[in-house]
């Protein structure tokens, strides 16, 4: 198998090669200012980078309460809120059945939906712009 070599141009040849005008290093020993030379992405491409990991983090968001996890990214926090509110506006509803990330089915009163939705906000709001890249 042949070994390879980077060339200051970021093309990588078989030792074989011979290219004249340029330095061959040994893979593995690459001068780390060249690595991030050919490595070099641009500000949109990092930020677009950055907002597919947010979305993912945001998206795997948890709760622990009352020893059970539940789902806190943005659609669960939205009905969390849904059933805050029907609560209320009816005063009769006093307990409301949610499904946790394990799928036991366990009653929550308003300070627990409460309780478990602003955990859940405040992750996101931590995640949101946590690590953004700044643009030079």
Known sequence: MPSYKILENGKAVTSSEVIDGYTAYEYGEEPQELLDAI???TYDELYAEWKIQRDINVKNIEVEFNGKMYHGDEISQNRMVKAIRLMEEDPTITLVDWKAKDKSINP???ENLKAIVKDAGLQTITL?????????
């Open 128 to 136: 949101w712009n946590a690590g953004m890249p700044v643009e030079e």
């Open 108 to 110: 929550l009163t308003y």
């Open 39 to 41: 490595n070099v992405r």
